[in-house]
């Protein structure tokens, strides 16, 4: 697609519930990262794909979060047992290969645990 | 681990007057790049401006340009002929060896019209 997209684009969940949050990246674009921005802060990382493998997962907060990309385009994040303190906006983005590319970026869901 | 700092929470400029946003990290890499982003209501992040910690030229982009010292850590933004769509957070980046980019915390610029 023309750019990155993420639904749903606002997800309001009970404590304690499952989620899934999607990303659809550029056509093309090898590499997905998934960050979370919590209120009044700036995106921290959370994981890393290249292709359809986890190249690194070391921002993931604990074993409640995990991601997939099994065929290498889309990425989807999942939380299980969500909790109060995981609300947030949760962007992906995608880029060519290479450390000078900057990311390109959906427009975020907003993860609201009540 | 990599820091960024934005120690300007929030900055307001006249419309067609320019502005700078700080910004400084800290590294001990030798090999990196620094961008600006910025982040409208939309909660897009659009890439404003990158710089190669190699160059020093400082990068350009229409009415946006840096200031990069790299003795000091130091990688500023300068918006020139502010318009009212310039309105946003902007957040400072730095990506070196590693996979992630490290973010600032923001700093929200307000247009005065």
């Known amino acids: 697609g023309a750019g990155v997209s993420q639904t749903p684009s606002n997800k309001v969940t009970e404590k304690g519930k499952y989620v899934e949050l999607r990303c659809d990246p550029i056509?093309?674009?090898?590499?997905l990262y998934w960050y979370r921005q919590s209120l009044g802060q700036g995106p921290e990382f959370l994981i890393y794909?290249?292709?359809?493998?986890?190249?690194?997962d070391s921002g993931l907060p604990n074993d409640r979060f995990f991601a997939v990309r099994p065929e290498g385009s889309v990425s989807t994040l999942k939380i299980q047992r969500t909790e109060r303190g995981d609300s947030a906006v949760y962007l992906c983005?995608?880029?060519?290969?290479?450390?000078?590319?900057?990311?390109?970026f959906g427009s975020g869901t907003r993860l609201t645990v009540v | 681990a990599q820091t960024v700092t934005q120690s300007q929470p929030e900055m307001s400029v006249q419309e067609a007057e320019t502005v700078t946003l700080s910004c400084t990290y800290d590294t001990s890499e030798s090999d990196y790049y620094l961008f600006w982003y910025k982040q409208p209501p939309s909660r897009q992040m659009i890439l404003v401006i990158r710089q190669e910690a190699y160059k020093q030229q400082n990068a350009t982009e229409n009415r946006f340009s840096v200031n990069f010292q790299k003795a000091a850590k130091s990688f500023s933004l300068k918006i020139s002929d502010s318009q009212l769509g310039d309105a946003a957070m902007y957040f400072c980046?730095?990506?070196?060896?590693?996979?992630?980019?490290?973010f600032g915390t923001g700093t929200s610029l307000t247009v005065i019209p």
């Open positions: 980046a730095y990506r070196g060896t590693g996979n992630q980019f490290y």
């Open positions: 983005a995608s880029s060519q290969t290479g450390r000078a590319y900057g990311y390109t």
């Open positions: 794909f290249q292709g359809t493998g986890a190249a690194d």
């Open positions: 056509s093309g674009h090898t590499a």
